[in-house]
């Protein structure tokens, strides 16, 4: 690792032991190998590395400065936080930090949480309302500063929870992808925490200090689908240490073939060699 003096801010103060070093060593090189794997960098790249407080967007933060700081990086770093309005947000935290850390940033203040709060009906959560309206937000702040990309803290764990949401809930195959291209084909979104899971974000964080900012300030957060995913996948792990792995690592070996889903294998050219049909499939009667 390198020494303290000649490191960026960001990791000023951190701690001298082994495991911390272990620990930051793991999360650096997961996030460049995920970076790497999914073509996240290009030429002339500016990317927008959206920040809300929690553990997972510091760990971000940091892991993209040291990575760049060492030279393995080459795009420029432009910290974002959106406050959306909601009760209670401390909104001196994030810019205190930002300007003692001399990381380049923009704080933009858009009241979308009255909107989510008028539209959203009583007892319904308000994150998938939400979630849309910051986003489009973070795509306007990224096209005004030119940026190429909007990049966000999702990690493992996240990524694997959308996956069983998406499963049980919406009845498809699909997780949250580390490289995506918006729908006007101008900015790609990037999650290059991937492979880092939130308990190695979690202890990052707290070992650096990183002043938390709370994620449920709305009060919309008991009962959600995520969280009861979440237990059951803490459940696993619990019987079974490195579940979590295994699952996600499923995620990077899908065999088409073995699926049910015949846009991605072509089931009705796969035929015997010595089939009778091989010569004119196209006459096989259709079943009634």
């Not at 060593?25 to 407080?53: P, Y």
């Not at 203040?109 to 959560?125: A, E, F, H």
């Not at 991937?194 to 994620?215: H, L, N, Q, T």
């Amino acid at each position: 690792m390198l020494d303290q003096t000649e490191i960026h801010p960001l990791f000023e103060g951190a701690p001298s032991t082994t495991e911390f070093k272990k620990l930051r060593k793991r999360i650096i090189r997961d996030t460049r190998q995920a970076i790497d794997d999914f073509g996240m960098v290009e030429r002339g790249a500016k990317w927008l590395v959206c920040l809300s407080g929690g553990k997972d967007s510091y760990t971000l933060l940091a892991a993209l400065y040291e990575l760049q700081w060492r030279g393995l990086l080459p795009v420029e770093i432009l910290a974002c936080n959106l406050d959306q309005g909601q009760p209670n947000f401390p909104a001196t935290v994030l810019p205190a930090f930002l300007e003692q850390m001399k990381v380049p940033h923009r704080i933009e203040y858009q009241d979308t949480y009255s909107i989510v709060k008028d539209k959203v009906p009583t007892g319904r959560t308000y994150c998938a309302l939400c979630s849309r309206l910051r986003r489009g937000n973070l795509y306007r702040i990224a096209r005004e500063e030119g940026c190429t990309a909007v990049v966000l803290g999702h990690h493992r764990d996240d990524i694997l929870e959308t996956f069983f949401l998406n499963l049980f809930h919406g009845s498809r195959l699909a997780a949250m992808p580390p490289k995506l291209l918006n729908d006007e084909g101008d900015l790609f979104v990037y999650r290059p925490l991937a492979y880092v899971a939130e308990e190695d974000c979690a202890k990052f964080a707290k070992a650096m200090s990183y002043p938390i900012i709370p994620c449920d300030l709305c009060g919309s957060q008991d009962g959600l689908q995520r969280q009861a995913i979440k237990e059951l996948l803490n459940s696993w792990e619990t019987r079974a240490p490195g579940r979590r792995q295994k699952m996600f690592r499923a995620l990077t070996n899908a065999r088409p073939s073995h699926l049910l889903d015949p846009k991605l294998f072509d089931f009705q050219a796969l035929l015997r060699e010595d089939s009778a049909f091989s010569e004119n499939p196209n006459d096989i009667p259709d079943l009634r």
